[in-house]
């Protein structure tokens, strides 16, 4: 199957590994696993850079949306000039095409606290957030308080990195390790929560009453589009 861009519709992609020894051992990935943790996070769109995990966030919001166009344009359209959309840290290379949209608020991380946030009830058509997740400590809560801002009928877009071949397990107690760059020590990257096949169960648990899973290039790239 060809690989197309949701983001811009390229379909030529450039490949250059991001994990580093130390995190792919306290992650207990195997080489198989690594591969597409690495693709997933360094397999890009060479017309618009998007990375194969915005290019999986981009498929959940074009779905949600409707779009029949990629998203970097299709956004523009008039008909979204109102659609109220909540970002919470930068989702990725998607953030610059959000950025333009008139509906479009900002929650930086992790000055926004995810489990407790700033924002009324019944706001937002559309929350999304792109590999955070698994830094917060308690996620559950922090997809509660996405239903909670979402207007009826709304929905939450977003990503974690998954292993599919084993169940989410938290690193409570085990030693820290961080995500960013190999020298990254701050705790508000820290990871809380290794996801699994099991993380589209959180959303459930949260109250959203249904979810999606859109994949690009399985199992390298999975997107979550939670509907409230
Ligand atoms: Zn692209």
Redo the contacts with the bound molecule.
């Keep these: 199957m060809t690989l197309i ?6 379909t030529s992609f450039t490949f250059e590994p991001v994990l580093w020894d130390e995190l792919v051992n306290a992650w207990g990935l195997t080489e198989d696993e690594r591969g597409y943790v690495d693709r997933q996070q360094g397999e ?7 990375n194969l995990r915005s ?1 999986a966030l981009a498929e959940a919001i074009r779905q949600e949306l409707g779009m029949d166009e ?1 998203l ?1 344009p299709g956004l523009n359209h008039r008909r979204y000039r109102k659609t109220r959309v909540l970002e919470l840290n930068e989702a990725g290379m998607l953030s610059p095409l959000l950025a333009k949209m008139p509906g479009r608020v900002f929650g930086h991380y992790p000055e926004v606290d995810m489990q407790a946030m700033p924002y009324p009830s019944d706001t937002f058509d559309l929350v999304v957030h792109s590999d955070t997740l698994e830094h917060v400590p308690d996620p559950v809560q922090a997809l509660k308080e996405c239903r909670r801002v979402l207007k009826p009928g709304g929905a939450c877009c977003f990503t974690v990195p998954i292993v599919i071949g084993r169940l989410s397990r938290r690193r409570d107690g085990m030693p820290a390790s961080f995500h960013g760059e190999s020298d990254t020590q701050s705790d508000d990257w820290r990871v809380q929560t290794e996801y699994g096949a099991d993380a589209w169960c959180q959303a459930l648990e949260a109250g959203f009453e249904s979810v999606q899973l859109n994949a690009v290039a399985f199992p390298a790239a999975v997107a979550i589009l939670a509907r409230a």
């Design positions: 861009c949701s983001v811009c519709g390229g890009c769109c060479t017309d618009c850079g998007s290019i990629w970097s």
